[in-house]
């Protein structure tokens, strides 16, 4: 494994640049359920044209995560959600010809995005143009992630046009459900676990910090993802003048969230941090030595200090390893322009609170609605909707030869290699971990600083491509480790 | 004065309606700038056709109220609306020829309409359909405001057809900035004074009850109206994950609404209610001696009990004659259909604060702004925005002829009449009483349980007719008294 190995590395970027705009414009909002089949068969098409064997496989209608909650408390509740639509995972494959025996990575991903709102604040009011500037592709998608599984089917189309081959076995599972808590990945990977068995999972994303060395993550956050709707009003949007007799269920809201969280940030919900697991040596040290520029981070989102100004190696830790509680929206009566006298028929706050290992969001949703019932909410005030749950996950141990594997080749492409215990964001890892009893990565070509799920969202062509250059020499590495010593270095 | 005197009342209908219809059909909303002058002009024709002398005047573009604050408070500002567009005010005469030195009354009506939003909420979704079915018309303005101005015109028009002269002097001041504030009527007032000159105003909304028995209203509160913006978070939206470091304006909003209100509904700004004006002797006896059918209003509005439990005299009391805040509009973040995890940019809270005598909307405004700065906010974390403003009135005492004419009038008609001591709602009375020093009364053809302000807005046929009526026998007995005696009255 060095560095002369690839450089020979020439991939087709106007064909990457062309599958890329085909995915983005193509609109797959799962939160919308939008565009999604379409998407996935553009999806397959292109897999195909590289080589990859594809198929499309429908996740049981019965398998919904949300679907069985019964929470014990009389306020909270999770939609029915049996009679959806759910779109299709993408499944692909290819075996090593000469090494079938082999190790096998899987490649998690998925093509739906995030919701394009709000419109007006994309450049042309285009979300999904896939248009490009320089060395930037916009669009929503273009980052997360969309972008990401172009790096890996390009990187396994490369090998396979340099060999004939593929170094080692290879596997695709790209979803429609990530953006929405991926609500049946966990039913499909206990359905098709031997499918799916693997040695590592390449994440889906991966960043590059603000002076372009890669990041590798070795967790994420979890998230329990909340509609608090509050009533006890008016039963329709009334003039403002009856307020000195009507409740109003936004003041009611104001009641709710204040219980919710201290202005210092602190969740305020009992027994919400109990089962907070302790930082291990290895995850003290990698923060310890993980390089954070903190003026750069202000300055790229346009604050001054951070929350409850915390710094170094506290700013650290609550960003990688503590748990958050975020208000994603909040709407009441009249938001147009100008005045209008009203007094509400009801309010909505859209709340999601970042887990950390060993939280449950089982357990917290319950926490959460135990807490608002004690805290004198009746049924006639609120409801509590389960909208989506993902538990934390992080690598137990980064003594692995699988996270050896990346890393050594990240620092043979790229000079460096900068670990994290844990993304701040979300997604099904757990279930990857525990159902298939894999190590996980996250490695990608986002930019740190890119704006996924925002407006104008973006991926730079230059990572795009090194990206690619980095899974495929990953595959190429990985194809050189015997599996016996791999089961025995996972043992 | 008797019954018998109108038993020959007799208007036609169908003019009155298609009348109506021509106003509601013309969108007219301040707030949004939208149809004004083309409302105004619809007006002076209708007008015109009733035999009304009728012109536009514009008020001066520097007269606006809200244009010279200078808050003392580093929070709070006002906008500058110098270069706005200002609704023509739509005036009207007629002298009588019989009475040419007798009383004038002068009514007070605005052609401006709410906002119409939320359209879903619309039967059709047309807001501004001027629909009938049944005993009811349809649309935004029906009842508030341009019902109540086809009352007054189509009693004078019936007046003019009947006598070919009008028992007393009527005048007519229309305007197009009644739901935004009102921020030019004083300056238009103080310069027309000796034009706009009168011994009574008929105000420009009055209620039936559930039984069909008429209120007259003898004051209005008055309005801070404010919008407050949070910001202090990232300088766009991003992504929620950044929660752990990043401040959410929207929780800021939290913080700032927690300290204005409590969960009780007092307003916990301090001196809020130092100069409210305790409860006059008549006015208690009014209240007191004032029909509430507290069941019948539950029932309407769809609550099972009034704030804190409120019942019989301190309900009355309240509605009449009790401050409030109440939010009008909140939101922040996303608030489309599905999830989105996103930390908002800013978060927006439009309040409506009821004033009552004698609070001062200016000085509650430096004192609101000043409260949440000793509170700890600061410009980088909030402004507040005055939006309107308008001082609260009532009726110093009901001994003056004006008023006993309309009683009077309204018992003969009607069987009895319900006096009283305030609207719940808003309006420039306070500049008529002071300025014109003239006594104001709330008399309509709007159903108290009607949908003001609100989706599916109606006014009912036969309040209308019935309030047409009611106006030209004002118009016909205030004629029959002696000026001299009216002034005496007054003195």
């Known amino acids: 494994m060095n560095r002369k190995s690839h450089n020979d590395f020439k991939i087709n970027q106007v064909d990457l640049i062309t599958d890329l705009q085909t995915l983005i414009r193509q609109p797959s909002v799962s939160a919308k ?9 553009k999806l397959q098409n292109i897999m195909t044209k590289a080589g990859i064997a594809t198929k499309l496989i429908y996740p049981d209608q019965n398998s919904n995560e949300f679907i069985n909650i019964k929470s014990e408390s009389k306020l909270g509740y999770s939609p029915d959600l049996k009679n959806d639509a759910i779109p299709p995972i993408v499944y692909g494959e290819i075996r090593s010809k000469k090494n079938p025996d082999g190790k096998t990575i899987l490649f998690y991903n998925h093509y739906d995005v995030q919701p394009e709102d709000p419109v007006d604040l994309w450049e042309n009011k285009d979300p999904f143009s896939g248009k490009i500037h320089g060395n930037f592709i916009y669009g929503r998608g273009s980052s997360d992630d969309k972008g990401e599984i172009m790096t890996r089917i390009k990187a396994v189309e490369y090998l396979l046009k340099k060999y004939g081959d593929i170094p080692c076995n290879v596997k695709f599972l790209i979803e429609g459900e990530e953006e929405i808590g991926s609500p049946h990945i966990k039913a499909f990977l206990n359905q098709y676990k031997e499918l799916l ?18 990041l590798i993550i070795l967790g994420v956050k979890g998230i329990l993802y909340v509609e608090i709707v509050t009533k006890g009003g008016p039963s329709r949007d009334v003039h403002s003048s009856l307020a000195s007799l009507i409740e109003n269920p936004a003041w ?22 109990r089962e907070m697991r302790p930082f291990s040596n290895y995850e003290i040290t990698i923060l310890q030595e993980q390089p954070f520029d903190e003026e750069f981070f202000k300055k790229e989102y346009g604050i001054d200090k951070f929350l409850n100004n915390l710094n170094g190696f506290e700013a650290k830790k609550y960003y990688e390893g503590m748990p958050t509680c975020n208000i994603s929206g909040l709407y009441s009566g009249f938001s147009g322009k100008g005045s209008k006298t009203v007094l509400p028929n009801k309010a909505v706050a859209k709340i999601d609170f970042r887990l950390v290992p060993d939280m449950d969001p089982d357990l917290q949703f319950k926490r959460l609605c135990d807490h608002l019932e004690q805290c004198g909410f009746t049924q006639d005030m609120l409801e509590i909707k389960l ?14 030869q699988f996270i050896s594997v990346v890393e050594e080749t990240a620092k043979n492409i790229f000079d460096t290699a900068i670990k994290c215990i844990s993304s701040a964001a979300t997604g099904p890892m757990y279930y990857f971990m525990n159902i298939l009893d894999a190590p996980c990565v996250c490695i990608g070509s986002s930019y740190k600083y890119g704006k996924a799920h925002a407006p104008n969202e973006y991926a730079r062509l230059d990572l795009l491509l090194k990206t ?13 480790i015997n599996r016996k010593k791999l089961n025995q270095s996972k043992i």
Chains 1, 2 share one sequence.
């Open 197 to 214: 068995h693997c040695d590592g999972v390449i994440w889906e994303f991966g960043y590059f910090d603000e002076k372009d060395r890669p």
């Open 252 to 273: 009611i809201m104001v009641n709710v969230l204040k219980n919710i969280r201290s202005d210092s940030g602190r969740i305020l919900i009992p027994d919400w941090y």
């Open 387 to 400: 909208v989506h749950k993902t538990p934390p996950a992080r690598n137990s141990s980064i003594n692995n």
């Open 33 to 41: 359920n939008i565009g999604m089949t379409e998407c996935a068969i």
């Open 468 to 480: 690619t250059e980095y899974i495929s020499a990953i595959i190429e590495n990985f194809g050189k």
